[in-house]
């Protein structure tokens, strides 16, 4: 009987790591590596902010930006930043007045290479893009942090920085919206106006020109020939 059982506890031994081995073995034939960007692509379709057209200048999201709500996007930067009168550097510089201030100017902070050699100053456009993608915009930045994909969050955050400062920025004006042009409207509007106009210009046809066949007969002076046609007639 032990004979027996220990037999088949061998079997069962045996057919488990020969089940194992193939699962294995099958795992580094087949291996698979996640791909980037799950799904798959559809010819024609853009997905959402992958065309740099489609999303509109910073200047329409600032002309309505809230600082109050920048104040509540900040939370995800007060791990490294303090934007306090007066407050002092931590794992990042402090941004109180950061808002017109040269780029890596902030004094105290060792700012990389990379940021000190963007020049020019914090002005809309420069911050727009540096919390857009921080190292897309200076390649080699310290700046851990990935960016802001939300335009409406940058400009909200924006115009937070921008009121923790004794003198603020003006904020630029948005953009005019283009008037849409309807050229099929137009098209068909000018369409219109040419047969009026071929129509007010048609000659009418006497009653000797048209001969017998009184259908040849148009224009205002159908109904009065036709009439006096009529009236010879009963004469």
């Known amino acids: ?27 580094e034939i087949f291996h698979n590596e996640r791909p980037e960007k799950m799904g798959y692509p559809i010819e024609g379709v853009v997905a959402e902010g992958e065309d740099g057209a489609a999303e509109q200048p910073i200047e329409t999201f600032l002309a309505s930006a809230d ?29 109180y007045g950061v808002m017109g201030n040269p780029v890596a100017g902030h004094p105290g902070f060792a700012f990389s290479a990379a940021l000190k050699e963007k020049g020019g100053q914090w002005d809309w456009a420069q911050m727009n893009a540096w919390l857009s993608n921080p190292k897309k915009f200076a390649p080699g930045t310290k700046m851990t942090f990935a960016g802001l994909g939300n335009p409406e969050e940058r400009a909200n955050l924006m115009a937070f920085l921008n009121s923790r400062d004794a003198s603020p920025l003006p904020v630029p004006a948005a953009p005019a919206a283009a008037e849409p042009t ?9 369409g219109q106006g040419d047969g009026a106009q071929k129509a007010e210009n048609e000659p009418v046809l006497t009653e000797q020109q048209t001969g017998a066949n009184p259908k040849n007969v148009g224009g205002e002076g159908a109904a009065k020939l036709t009439g006096s046609r009529d009236a010879k007639k009963t004469q």
């Open 1 to 27: 009987m032990d004979d027996r059982f220990n037999t088949i506890a061998g079997w069962v031994l045996g057919a488990g790591i020969v089940a194992l081995g193939s699962s294995v073995l099958a795992g």
């Open 182 to 190: 309807d050229d099929a409207a137009a098209k068909a509007g000018s």
């Open 67 to 95: 600082a109050a709500k920048g104040e509540q996007v900040f939370k995800k930067c007060a791990a490294c930043h303090n934007a306090e009168p007066g407050g002092a550097n931590a794992l990042g510089p402090a941004l």
